[in-house]
């Protein structure tokens, strides 16, 4: 069983991941979003507008390689990741240093590694008020941007998975829901359930 999430930072991702997680006894794989940070010389996520637009686009450009790879070779997990998420984060803050041709091929991947969820969770910002961890940006209109960004993306791409959508609902609504659609899957794909 493979379950994604997908959405802005702060979103409850995480938290819902590590719940669903411990619910079904799957693995919840760790965000390599602050490794591979480290490794590029962040520490916390404004510090790339600190770097130049190429070295940002190196950042943005390993982490979508590394976030795809680890993904690709983990069985039976849960994941606060999806590519959706690290594609959208990708083209925002590469700027002008990401042309055309790996746009494209980068959607192909997206969609490629998708093939292989069993159950794709949308997490809408509204959903979640995130505390303030010190790493993400607690900026609303930057927030808004990835949200709708992300979800324009995971409504357009060629997805082969059963999906869910969440929007406003307690985090114990949101738990029961997850677990049952991945625990009742039916073959359909598509968007299952909108809560």
Known sequence: MKIQFCGTGGSGKTTLMNDVATAMGLKPLPSITRIVGKNHGIEQESDQWKMSEYKRWLFQADL??????YLLVSNDYVSDR??????CYAIWKSGTEIDNYTVDKWTTRVETSLKDVDLLVYCGMDAFIPPDDQYRSQVASERRLMDLAMYGMFLKVDVRCRLAILHEADQTVRLTEVVALASHNTGVVGVQKVI
């Open 82 to 87: 999806s590519m959706i998420d690290s594609f």
């Open 64 to 69: 979508f390689n590394k976030v795809d790879n």
